[in-house]
């Protein structure tokens, strides 16, 4: 019976194209493709100002579907120029700003009646879904925090770049039109080029069996070994009605040995779309990750290090737990892991008595 399985499964694999043949025609068609150079001048270029957000659940209520999430926002803010022996040097303007929001997620009506609308917004994405899905509310919640964090940055930076993780695209659901409208109002009159770059994408723009990383990383490196950008025509995404779009597409490398494309968005009109690239990879030589801005580097860190606040933060929380009455049994059923998952699961238990 095995060999007969096995047999079944790699002609299943076949199927999904697992070390194909190079196809026939690798051609992206009618895209736009620049190469360019970096910048002689780096101290003409201007600032970067970086923000990433993450998220770790504390406790669970799985009775009453509550969640207690903690949030938190890093913003970094970098220069670029060179030293004495030609080589890039990054100095931090200056020091990291942490912010971070402690709150419920929650399918409870009477939470979510004394909560702010973004809540109730995220909470009916995820119960639209097969699942009520707690790390969708999460998710939902923590780019409302970012595109808030990015409205007050560029309401108040001017003659920089600001670079947010991510596509520059909202849910239609969660309505953050008026959001980004003042966003791009800002950046405007603000001298701010607005710039989204995405860590991992799964559209197919290029190729239909392929994802763009997937096919730019694999037939594309070797083509256009240099730096490179690549122009999405709008048209590409004149048929979604999922999501509200708020810049250009690009895709770029912006390293010679970068270990991937990034998906690029450019939140406004740029005149010359080659000098924000320039500038771009001007800010992405650190050799720790080649081709991906220092700025996002460092916020992702501030961002993720939320992970370690957790012991802290559920000490604190359990004093205050004990004043609602609940029992110690009662807090520790309520114990989950950073994605909310609940510890000591029925399967981990039932894994562990059959080992």
Not at 8 to 36: C, Q, R, T, Y
Not at 43 to 61: E, K, N, R, V, Y
Not at 244 to 257: C, S
Not at 281 to 294: D, T
Request: glycine share 4%; charged share 25%.
């Amino acid at each position: 019976m095995k060999d007969i399985d096995i047999k079944k499964l790699i002609e299943l694999l076949k199927l999904s194209k697992i070390k194909e043949e190079k196809p026939e025609s690798l051609d992206i068609g009618d895209f736009e493709i620049v190469e360019f150079e970096l910048s002689e001048t780096l101290d003409l270029i201007p600032p970067i100002i970086a923000i990433d957000g993450s998220f770790s659940f504390l406790f669970s209520f799985l009775g009453t579907e509550t969640w207690v999430v903690l949030f938190r926002i890093g913003v970094t803010e970098y220069k670029v120029s060179k030293n004495s022996k030609r080589d890039f040097h990054y100095k931090m303007l200056s020091p990291p700003k942490v912010y971070d929001h402690l709150n419920l997620i929650s399918f409870n009506p009477k939470v979510l009646a004394n909560q702010p609308s973004i809540y109730t917004k995220a909470t009916d994405i995820a119960a639209n879904l097969m699942e009520r899905v707690p790390q969708i509310v999460a998710s939902n919640v923590l780019s409302y925090l970012e595109d808030r964090t990015l409205e007050t940055i560029t309401e108040n930076c001017n003659n920089c770049i600001v670079l947010k993780d991510g596509a520059l695209l909202t849910f239609k659901a969660l309505e953050r039109d008026p959001i980004y409208k003042s966003i791009l109002v800002n950046c405007r009159m603000n001298d701010i080029s607005l710039v989204g770059i995405s860590k991992s994408t799964t559209s197919h723009i290029f190729h239909d069996i392929y994802t763009d990383d997937y096919f730019l990383n694999t037939y594309y490196n070797e083509k256009y070994p240099n730096l490179t950008y690549i122009s999405i025509p709008k048209e590409k995404f004149e048929a979604q009605t999922k999501f509200d779009i708020w810049g250009d597409v690009y895709y770029a490398k912006l390293h010679k040995e970068a270990s991937k494309w990034f998906r690029i968005d450019i939140g406004r009109d740029i005149t010359d779309p080659t000098i924000l690239f320039s500038s771009l990879a001007a800010y992405s030589m650190v050799q720790l990750m080649p081709g991906y801005p220092i700025g996002l580097l460092e916020a992702h860190k501030i961002a993720k290090s939320v992970r370690d606040l957790k012991d802290n933060y559920e000490m604190e929380l359990i004093e205050h737990f004990k004043e609602l009455g609940l029992q110690a049994e009662d807090i520790l059923d309520g114990a989950v892991d950073i994605n909310g998952r609940q510890f000591r699961s029925f399967h981990e238990i039932l894994d562990q008595l059959s080992r």
